[in-house]
């Protein structure tokens, strides 16, 4: 079934993403009422009525097209955390985050995107990461390769001699021991950032524009697209103890994805670097 899915044209797909995005969320982009944005987990996380109902479109919308899938969305998972069930079972899964960047959302920043994908028995299939405010959208299909908005891209290699531009997890969102973690990369060579949408600083390492990420969570849901995003434009990843991320959890944090495997060893090196012994 999965297989005959993927074999096929998966312009279905795309549009799905793209009538959700049109119907629940740009048209709320910048008219939010204060009682349209609710607060999770803190004064940073932050959900909206147009991420709720954008994860109830998809669900419809995908399900349908794949009769038998599931789907874990970020926000299905957050009021029934048994959700994240389905990454271990027999179906295809849809893998949804309606919103990434719901802050950036909030903000009326158009950096933000939809993110979906499709895994089965662990792996991640085929990838859709739209920017609905930037008209953005990449497609990554394992071994069919990368494109954005149907040109083929490549992550190439940094550039030698500049310092490389690494986005990482934003301090806000960290605890102290992942500020540490992260601290490793304030090193010479290196110029690391705090990230935006996930979605789009793995779009950036996908397409050249950033050098690489390091992140210090693993929700499935802000990682599965770019992850395929990203090696299907020729880059690579690893967690901090040299093996594929997970779908389903349980990695070696912090993890990274880079424009060529050499830079994702030298971050990881560096990650493995006690605090106390990196040069500033």
Known sequence: MIEQFLAGD?????????????????????????????????????????DRLAEEHLTASLTALLPGSAVVGEEAVHADPAVLGALGGDAPVWIVDPVDGTRQFVHGDPGFATLVSLAHHGEVLASWTLAPALDLMAVARRGGGAVLNGEPIRAGHPEPGRDLEVAISHYDFTTDDEKRALSVLRTPGVAPRPCGSAGLEYLNVARGLADAVAFTWENVWDHAAGLLLVAEAGGASATLTGDSFRITGGNALPFTAARDAATVRHILSLLATPADRVAG
């Open 10 to 50: 998966l312009s279905d797909v795309e549009e799905a993403v793209r009538k959700a995005a049109a119907a629940e969320i740009m048209p709320r982009f910048r008219q939010l009422a204060d009682h349209e944005i609710v607060e999770k987990n803190g004064p940073h996380d932050l959900v909206t009525v147009a």
